[in-house]
């Protein structure tokens, strides 16, 4: 039997596309390497920030479609997932990140929100040292959507709905036939009307046999757990999530789901392969982040309770990738580019349009995969966005 899709990859990406191609009626199959819920790449652990607050209007729009997915979602679920915290973006004076393209773009999607400077910042969160010109971008809808449960959800989803997936299943052929597509992984082969690539840090390994290869940089990052001496101070509903806008880039979260908050910085690591990455957290990282939280939120530095590791896999705009390949019109491919997780039930039922319809109502052209900063022979890469 031809199916209709194979999914390569189940981290969020993945596991949302085989979920939205089995609940539209598709025959899918889905391959995953390692375990379902393993650690390697980018899907694991509890948390992930999702925010409305973007630099540019497609994306303040692309994040109002992400939270309809959370909440259709949710429906089909009939579970609470996105958890409402407010977002705070901090940027202090002379900051890497401007404020300007942020605010202009929420208001030209009107997006409400609030600009604080930095007495009110304290005088809502006392828990912050700021220094004074420093600016802040509250927007009231940030919160948090849990990782690993969210995924395994859209698993859970996707099989109901009718799918197959296959775990310790590496892919490790692919063949475009023209008519339709062929992956193997040695012992067994399987056709497909269309291949979707959602393999993150290994995408490169995948295009390679298609004669395909994105300028993408793999880093080791890592995040911290902290048990905070007075964690009533960062509970949800007292404490948002926040981002420092500056280089370095510093993110966190309020204590969730467990006892213990969560601190990393963005784009900290060392660049890596998935398979030349470790495990072991980085001295110096926990160091930088300490170092930060110490300067700018000190109550959160509390007992260290645990570090871990994950896989970033930017391109080199730090924009999503979604589309086909160029030359293989039945390979789809998709990338969260290190802050894809929470377009990541979107982005599932976008990839089931494009390989179902073979098109979508969102212009998807800033995340085509030959788009010129994925094309052109030197693109000077900028991550913080
Ligand atoms: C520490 C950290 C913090 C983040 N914070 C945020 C945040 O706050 N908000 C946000 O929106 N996003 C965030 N992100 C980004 C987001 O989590 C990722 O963009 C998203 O989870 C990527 O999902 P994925 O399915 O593409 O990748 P992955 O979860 O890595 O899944 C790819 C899968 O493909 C499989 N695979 C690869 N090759 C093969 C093969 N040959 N055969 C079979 N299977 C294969 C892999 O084993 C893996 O399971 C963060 C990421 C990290 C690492």
Known sequence: MTLDAIVVGLGALGSAA????????ARVLGLE????????????????????SYHTPAYVRLAGLAYRAWADLEREAGERLVVSTGGLDLFPPAAAIPADAYLASLDACGVPYEWLDADEVLRRWPVFRLEPGTGALWQADGGIVPAARGTELLQRLAVHHGATLLEQTPV?????????????NGDRTWRAARLLLCADAWTNELLAPLGARLPLVVTQEQFGYFQPADPGAFAVGRFPVWIWM????????????????KAAQDVGGRE?????????????????????????LP??????????????????????????????????????????????????????DLALRGGT???????????VALTAPTVEPHYLV
């Open 272 to 296: 890596v392969t998935a398979r030349s990455r470790g495990f072991d957290p980085d001295p110096a990282a926990s160091e930088r982040l300490a170092r930060f939280l110490r300067g700018r």
């Open 172 to 184: 490790t052929e692919v063949r475009d036939l023209g008519h339709a597509v062929e992956v193997g």
């Open 361 to 371: 109502d969102l212009d998807l052209a800033p995340f085509d995969p030959g788009r």
């Open 18 to 25: 085989a979920r939205a191609l089995a609940r539209a009626g």
């Open 33 to 52: 390497q390692f375990r379902l819920g393993h650690d390697r790449g980018a899907s694991h652990d509890h948390a992930r920030i999702i925010r409305r």
């Open 299 to 352: 109550g959160a530095l509390g007992v260290p309770v645990s570090t871990r590791t994950c896989l970033y896999t930017l391109t080199p705009d730090r924009d999503l990738v979604l589309g086909p390949l160029s030359g293989h019109d039945r390979v789809l491919v998709a990338l969260g580019a290190a802050h894809g997780f929470k377009f990541a039930p979107l982005l599932g039922q976008l990839l089931a």
């Open 246 to 261: 500056d280089d370095p880039s510093f993110y966190g979260f309020p204590v969730w789901p467990g006892a213990a908050l």
